[in-house]
């Protein structure tokens, strides 16, 4: 396993911005987007959360964190309108700047899509959120010349997967993808429906801060998400 991680990515340029973005609510944008900056934070590199989402869940994550007094801090900033400038500022400041977005819109989008160096777009299997992620593969397969390398890291992870469905489901959704989204990059490893998730967002902890008695299994397929999205790195 080669040594991906932020601060290796970060000694050959120190900007990195990571997006948690889809069209649909409730795919798992904003627990992701906390998650993974907490993640960051506990390998010793430094993570801001920039939540350009109305309906401010990273922002109230965040509220809840310092009420209850835990560190680190993990700083999120409210950017509601055009949040690129702003980004691309705390990115000359933070090792990783963890964007979350819900993307209707495409102004929005294709500013994001240009400065992104991974784009996380986290999916349930349900057909709704498949044909969302269709929708969204194309605004992001319009916006490919734009970015600097001509290719927007763009990777799918599926999220809130059952433990008591048929594998089938998962395997079908990954086809369905595959077969509407030539190229599409769908992560191998998958986070499941558990409660520890919820507990997370209501703790104000990223999953990998909770207990390991109680999220043990939670934290093991985050870290095979958050190891295997940096692998798509644009600078990785
Ligand atoms: N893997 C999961 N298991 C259980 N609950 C989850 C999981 N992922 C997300 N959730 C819960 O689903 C809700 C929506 O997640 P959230 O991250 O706010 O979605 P989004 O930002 O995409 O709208 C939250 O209550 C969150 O705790
Ligand atoms: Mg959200």
Same mark, same amino acid.
């Given at each position: 396993m080669l040594p991906i991680t932020l601060e290796f990515i970060n000694r050959k340029s120190n900007m990195s911005v990571i997006v948690t973005g889809h069209e649909k609510g409730g795919t798992g944008k904003s627990v992701l987007a906390t998650s993974f900056a907490a993640r960051v934070i506990q390998s010793g590199a430094t993570a801001v959360v920039v939540d350009t989402d109305a309906t401010a869940t990273s922002a109230g994550w965040n509220a809840i964190r310092d009420s209850r007094n835990i560190l680190p801090v993990v700083p999120v900033v409210q950017q509601l309108v055009n949040p =690129?400038?702003?980004?691309?500022?705390? /990115?000359?400041?933070?090792? =990783?700047?963890?964007?979350?977005?819900? /993307?209707r819109d495409y102004a929005k989008l294709r500013d994001l899509a240009r400065i992104c160096d991974l784009w996380i777009a986290p999916t349930t299997v349900g057909q709704g959120d498949l044909t969302s992620t269709v929708r969204l593969f194309e605004a992001i397969s319009e916006f490919h010349a734009l970015h600097k390398n001509g290719k927007i890291p763009f990777v799918v992870v599926f999220n809130r997967v059952s433990s008591t469905w048929n594998s089938s489901e998962e395997l079908d959704a990954r086809e369905f993808l595959e077969q509407m989204c030539q190229g599409i990059v769908i992560l191998k490893s998958h986070i499941k429906e558990r409660k520890a998730w919820r507990d997370a967002g209501r703790l104000g902890l990223g999953v990998s801060e909770m207990p390991s008695r109680e999220a043990a299994k939670s934290i093991e397929e985050f870290e095979s998400v958050y190891d295997e999205a940096l692998l798509h790195h644009s600078k990785s």
């Open positions: =690129a400038p702003a980004i691309i500022e705390l /990115a000359t400041k933070y090792d =990783a700047v963890v964007v979350d977005v819900g /993307a």
